[in-house]
């Protein structure tokens, strides 16, 4: 007996219905970035076999007493992507699948704005609640399996046929524009999770090549003990750092202690998120050798570092360390939303009394962690106005992006500019050493696109070049013999996040089987080693 207040539908027309609702909806992103490409009629082309795609996948999945469990989830998972396709032009990728596994609630909340709780109410809610009140008919078994082969013969007929008289417009279509993949409902999410899946289970990996450790004492002035301070940033591009040639002030507090910044332009990350370039730059892999995998099984640097007798920090404000610091002590210095990076300062004032040997800390901030750039500044010290104050980045004039984007710029800067003044009180004490880099860059609107996580090979400049700066003092030079005006000399050079685990071990004196000199920033600067 039917239900009451339901509406029955054959399950051909529901999955035909279903097909045009994504086909129209959830891939206005692909046809945003399609249509202006190609002409009418291969639009009306490209448009007939994405829809007749559509219903030959769903046709597989929509089967009696299990249609409304997949349909449910097709439309949460391509709802989903459909929000961060449209709002934010992101890729959908095996590392976007994986950052979303990753993140935590404080990170997710930043991007729940206006739109966000506008897409989830009409384009999930809505239609799964249809979902549930829509009453499915299937015919018996055996006519139903005749039934649906023979309208997806008919249906896989007409795509071939489309496919044939368009095959090589196509396929140098798709040559030129292999990112629009990325934006296809259902596949990206589906690939990108099933490719992470694949990539992730995986059992091949390289062993850890770790085979001797050499250690040579730099330091000349035995009374002092070295002290490395990391500070690694969060999505900080190089393109607004004005100490590398940004027209805004956003580096100001720095001046004073320019004399001794070695400031590095267009440094290469090693990917566009972070859960690849952290890993990566304190890996011994470069960016093209770096799997995941097989740096599970490798030492990183803070491993050889603590091998070696030298006590290694990574005090966090919420973000996490990708596994980099499971061997090491780590503190998270906030729990909440508000949380400023000036709490990672204090907590490292708070340690200084107890090193009492070597030290290498690292400082992982929050940075420039968007959307809500203005999150990340206190107001006070929200120089640049106007500013956007919510996470629909699209809904806020350009201008007021940028700058709320440089306004969490210009307060890593006072951060950085406060560590100096402080470490610098310390060269009696320390060889006192700080490093900037940040993970990954970001895109603030350009083409459209914000955030990153682009495939690296497609990834705009502005996600792949981050700030890169060493600040050393006098002091810290003459102890360790380091030639000044070669370290200058240095930053004339290309570098990438490749250089970071080598300077790193090259600035403490040691080598491994896997130490490479020549992507060591400091190897050349001593006076020994020329």
Same mark, same amino acid.
């Given at each position: 007996m039917q239900k009451k207040n339901k509406l029955t539908m054959h399950i051909h027309w529901f999955i035909l219905w279903f097909s045009l609702l994504v086909g129209i909806v959830f891939n206005v992103p692909f046809f945003q970035i399609v249509w202006p490409t190609l002409p009418v009629i291969n639009n009306i082309g490209m448009w007939f076999l994405v829809f007749t795609f559509l219903y030959l996948f769903y046709s597989l999945f929509f089967w009696p007493k299990v249609t409304k469990i997949f349909a449910a989830l097709f439309i949460l998972f391509g709802g989903t992507a459909f929000y961060f396709n449209y709002h934010y032009h992101i890729y959908i990728t095996r590392s976007t699948v994986a950052s979303l596994f990753e993140t935590n609630f404080i990170e997710a909340s930043d991007w729940i704005g206006l739109s966000f709780i506008i897409c989830f109410l009409f384009l999930i809610c809505c239609p799964i609640f249809l979902l549930y009140k829509i009453n499915l008919k299937f015919p018996a078994v055996k006519v139903l399996i005749k039934q649906r082969l023979a309208m997806l013969f008919v249906w896989l007929l007409s795509g071939l046929i489309i496919g044939c008289v368009w095959h090589t417009d196509l396929s140098l279509y798709l040559k030129r524009h292999y990112n629009i993949r990325y934006f296809l409902v259902p596949t990206n999410y589906i690939s990108s999770a099933v490719d992470l899946g694949i990539y992730t289970f995986s059992t091949k990996h390289k062993e850890n090549t770790m085979e001797w450790v050499k250690k040579t004492d730099r330091n000349?002035?035995?009374?002092?003990?070295?002290?490395?301070?990391?500070?690694?940033?969060?999505?900080?591009?190089?393109?607004?750092?004005?100490?590398?040639?940004?027209?805004?002030?956003?580096?100001?507090?720095?001046?004073?202690?320019?004399?001794?910044?070695?400031?590095?332009?267009?440094?290469?990350?090693?990917?566009?998120?972070?859960?690849?370039?952290?890993?990566?730059?304190?890996?011994?892999?470069?960016?093209?050798?770096?799997?995941?995998?097989?740096?599970?099984?490798?030492?990183?640097?803070?491993?050889?570092?603590?091998?070696?007798?030298?006590?290694?920090?990574?005090?966090? $404000? %919420? +973000?996490?360390?990708?596994?980099?610091?499971? *061997?090491?002590? &780590?503190?998270?210095?906030?729990?909440? @939303?508000?949380?400023?990076?000036?709490?990672?300062? $204090? %907590? +490292?004032?708070?340690?200084?009394?107890?090193? *009492?040997?070597? &030290?290498?800390?690292?400082?992982?901030? @929050?940075?420039?962690?968007?959307?809500?750039?203005?999150?990340?500044?206190?107001?006070?010290?929200?120089?640049?106005?106007?500013?956007?104050?919510?996470?629909?980045?699209?809904?806020?004039?350009?201008?007021?992006?940028?700058?709320?984007?440089?306004?969490?710029?210009?307060?890593?800067?006072?951060?950085?500019?406060?560590?100096?003044?402080?470490?610098?009180?310390?060269?009696?004490?320390?060889?006192?050493?700080?490093?900037?880099?940040?993970?990954?860059?970001?895109?603030?609107?350009?083409?459209?696109?914000?955030?990153?996580?682009?495939?690296?090979?497609?990834?705009?400049?502005?996600?792949?070049?981050?700030?890169?700066?060493?600040?050393?003092?006098?002091?810290?030079?003459?102890?360790?013999?380091?030639?000044?005006?070669?370290?200058?000399?240095?930053?004339?050079?290309?570098?990438?996040?490749?250089?970071?685990?080598?300077?790193?071990?090259?600035?403490?004196?040691?080598?491994?089987?896997?130490?490479?000199?020549?992507?060591?920033?400091?190897?050349?600067?001593?006076?020994?080693?020329?």
């Amino acid at each position: 007996m039917q239900k009451k207040n339901k509406l029955t539908m054959h399950i051909h027309w529901f999955i035909l219905w279903f097909s045009l609702l994504v086909g129209i909806v959830f891939n206005v992103p692909f046809f945003q970035i399609v249509w202006p490409t190609l002409p009418v009629i291969n639009n009306i082309g490209m448009w007939f076999l994405v829809f007749t795609f559509l219903y030959l996948f769903y046709s597989l999945f929509f089967w009696p007493k299990v249609t409304k469990i997949f349909a449910a989830l097709f439309i949460l998972f391509g709802g989903t992507a459909f929000y961060f396709n449209y709002h934010y032009h992101i890729y959908i990728t095996r590392s976007t699948v994986a950052s979303l596994f990753e993140t935590n609630f404080i990170e997710a909340s930043d991007w729940i704005g206006l739109s966000f709780i506008i897409c989830f109410l009409f384009l999930i809610c809505c239609p799964i609640f249809l979902l549930y009140k829509i009453n499915l008919k299937f015919p018996a078994v055996k006519v139903l399996i005749k039934q649906r082969l023979a309208m997806l013969f008919v249906w896989l007929l007409s795509g071939l046929i489309i496919g044939c008289v368009w095959h090589t417009d196509l396929s140098l279509y798709l040559k030129r524009h292999y990112n629009i993949r990325y934006f296809l409902v259902p596949t990206n999410y589906i690939s990108s999770a099933v490719d992470l899946g694949i990539y992730t289970f995986s059992t091949k990996h390289k062993e850890n090549t770790m085979e001797w450790v050499k250690k040579t004492d730099r330091n000349t002035e035995p009374h002092k003990k070295n002290l490395f301070v990391f500070v690694l940033g969060e999505s900080a591009r190089d393109a607004n750092f004005s100490l590398t040639g940004y027209s805004k002030d956003t580096n100001g507090p720095l001046m004073p202690y320019a004399h001794d910044i070695i400031a590095f332009k267009h440094t290469q990350s090693c990917g566009t998120v972070t859960r690849v370039s952290v890993p990566c730059m304190f890996s011994h892999y470069s960016r093209k050798s770096y799997d995941e995998r097989s740096a599970k099984y490798a030492a990183n640097a803070l491993d050889i570092l603590q091998h070696e007798g030298i006590d290694v920090y990574w005090v966090d $404000n %919420e +973000l996490g360390c990708n596994k980099v610091c499971r *061997h090491v002590p &780590t503190v998270y210095t906030c729990t909440t @939303r508000s949380c400023f990076d000036a709490s990672l300062n $204090n %907590e +490292l004032y708070q340690m200084l009394p107890d090193f *009492h040997k070597d &030290t290498f800390v690292v400082l992982h901030q @929050r940075g420039s962690h968007g959307p809500r750039y203005d999150l990340r500044t206190p107001k006070q010290y929200q120089k640049f106005q106007p500013i956007c104050e919510q996470a629909d980045l699209d809904m806020c004039s350009r201008e007021a992006v940028v700058n709320s984007y440089d306004n969490s710029l210009y307060y890593t800067s006072i951060l950085l500019a406060d560590l100096m003044e402080h470490l610098s009180k310390l060269t009696d004490e320390y060889n006192p050493v700080l490093l900037y880099i940040s993970d990954h860059g970001q895109s603030l609107g350009e083409d459209n696109l914000y955030g990153h996580g682009a495939e690296y090979e497609f990834a705009p400049a502005y996600q792949k070049e981050v700030p890169f700066f060493v600040w050393m003092p006098s002091a810290t030079r003459k102890s360790l013999g380091l030639d000044a005006k070669c370290l200058q000399d240095m930053a004339q050079h290309q570098v990438s996040q490749d250089y970071i685990f080598h300077s790193i071990l090259g600035l403490f004196g040691i080598a491994t089987n896997v130490y490479d000199a020549n992507l060591d920033i400091f190897s050349q600067c001593f006076p020994k080693l020329k």
